[in-house]
């Protein structure tokens, strides 16, 4: 148990429409970042905030947009999906201090676009 | 970019040693060392830092060679809960955790 929720477990949608992935991170952690976790490869890493702000991004369009929120909670949007955005999507939170800290992955939400 | 793992799976009895390893082309500041479990989330394992210093709470030892700019990963005296894909994690610039991950190495350690 890592502390860190997402929803949904999974989801379906289809091409073209948009949809939105909620984390619950840690209490007092003010990092979170999302991956994206296709099958077979490891994590790829879409984007961060800190404090509510966007602290770093991936090689990700910007159809893929995100939110934090003060109670600690974020969220990942994407628009116009598109089928190769069929994977795990992976939330992680981190304590706040130095930036060198373990990240604390959530369960991650299982996106299928048909 | 992302590092390179090898071998790309390994196969072991219970009790026996293995090694896996993580390299990457760029100077390597940290590397950060996940297991994941089939249809579960990567669970930490360990740090390790440029200078020798090393975070982790696991049996599972690991060294950091930042000449090599790799690090490689030791299971010794494999249990069957070591089962899983292990990933590792470069950090995209130095003093982030904003990390870059290799495909993995999978593990699977039969009684």
């Known amino acids: 148990e890592t502390g860190v929720t997402q929803s949904p477990t999974h989801l379906i949608k289809t091409r073209g429409q948009q949809v939105t992935l909620r984390c619950s991170s840690q209490?007092?952690?003010?990092?979170v970042s999302w991956y994206q976790q296709a099958l077979g490869q490891g994590p790829q890493f879409i984007f961060q905030y800190y404090r509510e702000e966007e602290n770093g991004r991936g090689n990700f369009p910007p159809r893929f947009s995100g939110l934090q929120f003060p109670n600690y909670s974020s969220e990942l949007n994407v628009n116009a999906l598109e089928l190769d955005d069929s994977a795990l999507y992976l939330c992680?939170?981190?304590?706040?201090?130095?930036?060198?800290?373990?990240?604390?992955f959530g369960p991650g939400t299982r996106l299928t676009v048909t | 970019q992302q590092p390179v793992q090898s071998p790309q799976a390994v196969i072991l009895r219970e009790g026996e040693d293995a090694v896996i390893n993580c390299s990457s082309s760029k100077a390597l500041y940290s590397v950060h060392w996940y297991r994941q479990k089939h249809g579960e989330a990567p669970v930490f394992l360990m740090i390790?830092?440029?200078?020798?210093e090393q975070k982790g709470h696991e049996k599972i030892s690991a060294s950091f060679n930042e000449k090599k700019q790799q690090s490689s990963l030791y299971l010794t005296a494999s249990q069957l809960s070591y089962s899983g894909t292990y990933f590792c994690?470069?950090?995209?610039?130095?003093?982030?955790?904003?990390?870059?991950f290799g495909k993995g190495n999978q593990v699977v350690v039969i009684p």
């Open positions: 994690g470069t950090p995209t610039y130095y003093g982030n955790n904003r990390l870059a």
């Open positions: 992680a939170s981190s304590p706040p201090g130095t930036s060198i800290y373990e990240q604390y």
């Open positions: 390790l830092l440029k200078g020798g």
């Open positions: 209490s007092g952690h003010n990092t």
